[in-house]
C-alpha cells in the first residue's frame, strides 16, 4: 500500500494527488455551509450599520458567486502543492505553461471575488431603492440607479487593472503614467461620452426634471423613463422611445410640464356683427356667474377686440395642476356653457350661414 502511495506519476506522488483531492472534495461538500457563514457575518455588518432588508435576499445576490469564490480558492491552493508535470510543459510568447495556467487560475479568481463585490452593490442599492420608495421625493430614486451603475463601472475597472497587474504581471503604474500621458488623446476622443457624463451630473444635482416628468426638449414631447450615465430616455406621447444624449438636454431648452402649478385655457369667441352692445354685455355678465367652475381658479373674460367680420370676446381662465384627462373634463364642460349661454342670448357665430 505504502509503495503505491508513494509511487510517482506526472512528477507527483499519488499520496499527493489524494491529499489534493481530498481537499478540493472537502471544500466542494463544505463550500455551502462555509459560505452561509460569512454571508451570514457580512449581514450581521449591514445589520449593525441599520441597513437591513430580508437576509433570504441578501443570501439570494451574494450566496452563489461566494460559493464559486471559496471552491476555486480551495482548489488553487491545493494545486499549488503539486509540482508542474514536465509533460506538460511548453512557451507561447516566452511565457511557460507553468505560468500561463498559474495567472489563469489567478484571473478567475479575481473574476469571482469582484463578481460578489458587484452583488453587494446590488444589494446595497436593494436596501436604498426601499427605503426611497418610501419618500415622496423620486429623486432619491434616480440617485440611486445612477451611482449603483457609476460604482459598477469604477468596480469593473479596477478589476481590469487588478487582473492587468496579477494576470498580465505588469506594472500598473507604468499603466496609468501612460495614461496620463495619452488623457489628451483620450479625453478628446472620448469628448462627447465624457460631455455626456458631465452633463449627467449636473442633471442630478440640479435636478430640472425627474424620471416621471412630462418633458418637451427639442420639439420631442414626453415622460422621462430613465436617466442614464450617457443618456436620457424619454416615452413620446406616441408611444416611441426616444433617447437624448445628456448633454444636449443640458444645453437645450427644456419645458418641464410636470412642474407647473396651473393649466392654462384660452376659448375665442368670434360673435356676428349683427350682435348688439346689450347681448355682448350680457353675455360676459352670465359668462363670469356661470363659469364659477370649481376647477377653475382664475377667469378672465372681456371683449379682446372689435373687427371687420366679428366682435371678438377672449375667455382666459387657470385650473389647478390636474391631469391632461381632468383638464379635458373642464375645457368640455366650459365649452357647453358657452354654447348654451351663447344659444340662451340667440348671439350668433361670425361666418355662420344666416
Same mark, same amino acid.
Given at each position: ?7 510517482t506519476l506526472f512528477d507527483n506522488t499519488i499520496s499527493d ?90 484571473g478567475i479568481l479575481i473574476f469571482f471575488f469582484f463578481h ?9 442599492? @436593494? !436596501?436604498?431603492?426601499? $427605503?426611497?420608495?418610501?419618500?415622496? #421625493?423620486?429623486?432619491?430614486? *434616480?440617485? =440611486?440607479?445612477?451611482?449603483? +451603475? ?51 451630473? @449636473? !442633471?442630478?444635482?440640479? $435636478?430640472?426634471?425627474?424620471?416621471? #416628468?412630462?418633458?418637451?426638449? *427639442?420639439? =420631442?414631447?414626453?415622460?422621462? +423613463? ?69 376647477? =377653475? ?58
Amino acid at each position: 500500500m505504502k509503495e503505491i502511495l508513494s509511487s510517482t506519476l506526472f512528477d507527483n506522488t499519488i499520496s499527493d494527488y489524494l491529499v489534493v483531492i481530498g481537499i478540493i472534495a472537502l471544500a466542494w461538500l463544505m463550500k455551502k455551509r462555509a459560505s452561509k457563514n460569512i454571508t451570514r457575518l457580512i449581514f450581521f455588518v449591514f445589520r449593525r450599520m441599520g441597513r437591513v432588508i430580508e437576509e433570504k435576499e441578501f443570501f439570494n445576490l451574494v450566496l452563489a458567486p461566494l460559493e464559486n469564490f471559496i471552491l476555486f480558492l480551495a482548489v488553487y491552493i491545493s494545486m499549488s502543492s503539486l509540482q508542474f508535470p514536465a509533460v506538460l510543459h511548453f512557451n507561447i510568447f516566452k511565457i511557460t505553461s507553468e505560468v500561463l495556467v498559474d495567472r489563469l487560475a489567478v484571473g478567475i479568481l479575481i473574476f469571482f471575488f469582484f463578481h460578489t463585490l458587484l452583488r453587494v452593490i446590488d444589494y446595497l442599492a @436593494i !436596501i436604498l431603492e426601499k $427605503r426611497a420608495a418610501t419618500t415622496e #421625493d423620486t429623486t432619491d430614486d *434616480q440617485l =440611486i440607479i445612477f451611482f449603483r +451603475e457609476f460604482l459598477k463601472v469604477i468596480l469593473v475597472i479596477i478589476c481590469i487593472l487588478v487582473m492587468i497587474r496579477f494576470v498580465l504581471n505588469e506594472d500598473i503604474t507604468k499603466i496609468l503614467a501612460g495614461l496620463s500621458l495619452a488623457g489628451a488623446a483620450i479625453a478628446l476622443a472620448a469628448k462627447e461620452s465624457l460631455e455626456n457624463l458631465i452633463a449627467s451630473f @449636473i !442633471i442630478f444635482f440640479d $435636478r430640472p426634471f425627474r424620471v416621471g #416628468d412630462l418633458l418637451k426638449v *427639442q420639439q =420631442i414631447q414626453g415622460t422621462v +423613463e430613465k436617466i442614464g450615465l450617457r443618456s436620457t430616455r424619454i416615452r413620446t406621447n406616441d408611444t416611441t422611445y426616444v433617447s437624448i444624449p445628456n448633454k444636449q438636454m443640458v444645453d437645450s431648452i427644456v419645458d418641464n410640464f410636470s412642474l407647473r402649478n396651473k393649466r392654462r385655457g384660452e376659448l375665442n369667441l368670434n360673435l356676428d356683427l349683427d350682435t348688439s352692445f346689450g347681448q355682448i354685455t350680457q353675455l360676459i355678465e352670465e359668462l363670469n356667474t356661470e363659469l364659477s367652475l370649481s376647477q =377653475i381658479t382664475e377667469k378672465s373674460i372681456l371683449l379682446s377686440d372689435v373687427k371687420l367680420e366679428s366682435f371678438l370676446v377672449t375667455i382666459e381662465y387657470y385650473t389647478d395642476a390636474v391631469s391632461i384627462s381632468d383638464y379635458n373634463m373642464v375645457k368640455q364642460k366650459l365649452n357647453m356653457k358657452v354654447l348654451a349661454l351663447l344659444e340662451k342670448l340667440e348671439i350668433k357665430i361670425a361666418g355662420k350661414l344666416k
